[in-house]
């Protein structure tokens, strides 16, 4: 079998857990390979300074050598300065981690998609995360051929009710109805708005249930848990 070798290629790391007794299995996204699996040997040995850095939501450049399904790390160095992403945005993170570890296949390349994830990751640490994180659901799903119908010719002042096989359908307001601005905003992507954001919120979240197959996301309920656990604080 012939032994690809990739050096010094942005990535990021999707999560890291560990593999026989000194090792890591590593799940990491890249701009122009996808996502990949790989296994960095040694990285939990106790002189490893590479545990360090396969750290998710931080820029790196990766370099392995892949032959199969499972590549082998061979190098590994920052990429630029860590993101300063503290707090709750540390669980927007690897909620979009999440979403790229159960929707995308391995080596199967999205460099639009990465640009998108690393621009992200950089609005999860300066600016509007909620804004950020309605965008890249958007796109996720647009990159993976299953994009929302939002056609020219919605009126603002409309409700619709969004069919999966038809897009949004004009109707009387209800509690399953989107106003057409907020559709509109969405479809620009600017979601300057609460309410855009939130409307946005609940049709993409449905989008990406219909994607999961039954799977669940781990990483929202994760942060419901920390929410309750620091309100009963």
Do not use: C
């Not at 409307?199 to 999961?212: D, F, T, V, Y």
Request: hydrophobic letters at 40%; a neutral charge; glycine letters at 8%.
């Amino acid at each position: 079998m012939t032994r690809a070798r990739v050096q010094l290629e942005p990535g990021y790391i999707l999560n890291a857990r560990p593999y026989n007794d000194t090792s890591l299995l590593v799940e990491a996204f890249t701009r122009e390979h996808g996502r990949i699996g790989f296994v960095a040997r040694g990285a939990r040995g106790p002189k490893s300074k590479t545990r360090a850095l396969l750290q998710p939501l931080q820029p790196l450049l990766l370099s392995w050598t892949q032959s199969g399904e499972l590549g082998g790390l061979t190098a590994v160095e920052a990429a630029g300065p860590s993101l300063p992403i503290s707090g709750e945005r540390v669980f927007y993170g690897w909620y979009v981690n999440e979403l790229i570890l159960k929707l995308l296949q391995r080596q199967d390349p999205h460099p639009s998609l990465f640009e998108t994830y690393a621009l992200t990751l950089t609005q999860l640490a300066d600016s509007d995360a909620e804004r950020a994180l309605r965008i890249f659901e958007k796109r996720l799903l647009d990159e993976l051929g299953y994009g929302l119908q939002l056609p020219d010719d919605l009126e603002p002042e409309l409700h619709y009710q969004y069919d999966w096989a038809e897009g949004p359908i004009p109707t009387v307001q209800g509690p399953s109805t989107f106003l057409g601005a907020h559709l509109i905003a969405l479809a620009q992507e600017t979601l300057d708005s609460s309410e855009a954001q939130s409307h946005a919120r609940r049709l993409l979240k449905a989008a990406i249930q219909n994607q999961l197959g039954g799977k669940t996301l781990e990483t929202p309920v994760m942060l419901r848990q920390l929410r309750s656990s620091l309100r009963v604080k």
